[in-house]
């Protein structure tokens, strides 16, 4: 399958890159696996409304990971990160 993702195809663009310096990711899932490398994360909090794509990928990088609950605005309920613990947050 072809991931449809947030960059433009590099062999077909012709102009300049908006963000020349950025790192090209392709999803969400490449982006938060990068994100945990670059960072050194290795506690996350998860919404529990998700697909299962984001805790697979959590658990390929090998990172404790557990749920919380979120409100019907869709906003984060009652939650205590513990220490060195991230949030993961969808707008």
């Given at each position: 399958m072809k991931e449809i993702g947030g960059y433009v195809e590099l062999d077909r663009y012709t102009l300049p890159m908006l963000h020349e310096g950025a790192v090209a990711?392709?999803?969400?899932?490449?982006?938060?696996?990068?994100?945990?490398?670059?960072?050194?994360?290795?506690?996350?909090?998860?919404?529990?409304?998700?697909?299962?794509?984001?805790?697979?990928?959590?658990?390929?990088?090998?990172?404790?990971w557990r749920y919380y609950s979120i409100g019907k605005d869709f906003l984060p309920q009652d939650i205590t990160l513990v220490k060195d613990e991230w949030r993961y947050v969808v707008k």
């Open positions: 990711l392709n999803c969400g899932r490449n982006a938060l696996a990068y994100l945990i490398r670059s960072r050194a994360i290795k506690k996350m909090r998860i919404p529990k409304f998700l697909c299962n794509s984001i805790r697979d990928v959590c658990d390929r990088e090998t990172i404790v």
